[in-house]
């Protein structure tokens, strides 16, 4: 009754199960292994796996005597090829082996095995799409961006974008640097809620309203009440947009600076001289929201060595969990010590010093995106 009950088992198995002696000839062989082979049981029974399938089969045999001279299991081991009655067809198989056993001695072999071709090739495919996605995502965020800073005469400058470590998609923070003329610029930095082919047409409107509000006007709060226009003409829900917008002109060999955000955090500045790192303006407005906005205005000198320094809250936002489970942020005052530990270093320096202490703080691995803007004054004319 019970080797009844084992037959119709085997019998009905949805994988293919086959017994195999010690010289590695099939001696019980259900239908589905049968099928997997393309023959019939009866041309099956006598004979080796290479016999059948040379190369394929080959490499099953190996695995077969791996087994039977250890006496112990393998699982879980795949294996790839064509049988030899379906040569142009390659298959995935997921195959476990069982050393068989009586009285403590090694008689034959017991192999499970599981066709695993069309999940092999759905993960293939669902690979070859993320990282199609993948590249599209960082050709649209790269197109958001500008390809390259300009050489500003009495500054040098740099920037750092990062995207999140969670996702293949393009975020929501950017940056500009757009030259008015050889003595004046305008620095942005902005963070639009969301993420993907929607935050890409926003940051996309919020860019582009700004470089062509700058050409009829230099008034940063005309400048970003354009832009909020743009966002509110778009009506995306949940399009929340923050900017940080400063005018830089070089005026002898100091920089002077008038400085708008909205609703972004605000920037900082880190004075050479006593290595203080200042706090610059005051919070205003979001934009996307609402027609009226309040954008105040703040203004400060950079002197020769002195550095202005734009981010996005994925810089003090930053976190990361312990062992115990607890969170730690980054935080504003952790960048006011990295700024004052950078003091005398060039643009670069700085930024690459705040991407490096995000980076070693979130231990690798980036919850949101991050954008850092730093413009260092040289004090040349």
Do not use: K
């Not at 970003?224 to 923050?242: D, F, H, I, K, W």
């Not at 002109?249 to 004075?271: F, M, N, Q, T």
């Not at 005051?282 to 105040?296: F, Q, R, T, V």
């Not at 004052?340 to 705040?354: I, L, P, W, Y």
């Amino acid at each position: 009754m019970i080797a009844a009950q084992f037959d119709a088992v085997i019998e009905s198995a949805p994988l293919g199960i086959g017994l195999f002696d010690l010289q590695l000839r099939h001696v019980r062989v259900n239908p589905v292994l049968a099928e997997m082979n393309g023959l019939p049981v009866e041309q099956l029974l006598g004979r080796t796996p290479s016999e059948l399938h040379p190369e394929v089969g080959g490499e099953a045999e190996a695995l077969y005597r791996e087994v039977l001279d250890s006496g112990r299991p393998r699982r879980d081991v795949p294996l790839t090829g064509a049988v030899g009655t379906r040569p142009g067809e390659l298959r995935h198989w997921n195959v476990s082996f069982f050393p068989v056993r009586h009285a403590d001695e090694v008689i034959g072999l017991c192999v499970l095995v599981a066709d695993v071709t069309t999940e092999r090739e759905l993960a293939q495919a669902l690979a070859a799409s993320e990282e199609r996605y993948r590249r599209l995502a960082e050709d649209l965020q790269s197109s958001l961006l500008p390809p390259h800073l300009p050489h500003l005469p009495g500054a040098d400058v740099a920037a750092v974008y990062q995207p999140s470590s969670a996702r293949a998609t393009v975020g929501g923070d950017f940056y500009d640097l757009i030259e008015l003329d050889g003595s004046s610029w305008l620095m942005v930095i902005g963070d639009v809620e969301g993420t993907g082919p929607v935050a890409a047409a926003r940051t996309a409107a919020a860019r582009y309203a700004i470089r062509a509000a700058v050409v009829r006007t230099t008034d940063l709060v005309d400048v970003l009440r354009t832009v909020n226009e743009v966002l509110l003409r778009q009506g995306a829900p949940n399009g929340t947009c923050t900017i940080a917008c400063v005018l830089a002109e070089r005026i002898a060999d100091r920089v002077e600076l008038r400085v708008v955000s909205a609703g972004h955090p605000l920037p900082l500045v880190l004075r050479d001289g006593t290595g203080a790192v200042e706090e610059l303006g005051a919070p205003g407005s979001l934009l996307g929201i609402l027609p009226g906005i309040d954008l105040p205005v703040a203004t400060t000198t950079l002197r020769g060595g002195d550095v202005l320094v734009l981010y996005t809250d994925g810089v003090t936002e930053a976190r990361y969990r312990d062992g115990e489970g607890a969170v730690h942020q980054f935080g504003e005052e952790q960048l006011r010590s990295v700024l004052a530990a950078a003091r005398g270093g060039s643009a670069v320096d700085v930024a690459a010093a705040v991407e490096a202490s995000v980076m070693e703080f979130q231990r690798g691995r980036r919850a949101d995106d991050l954008a850092v803007l730093v413009l260092r004054a040289t004090g040349g004319s």
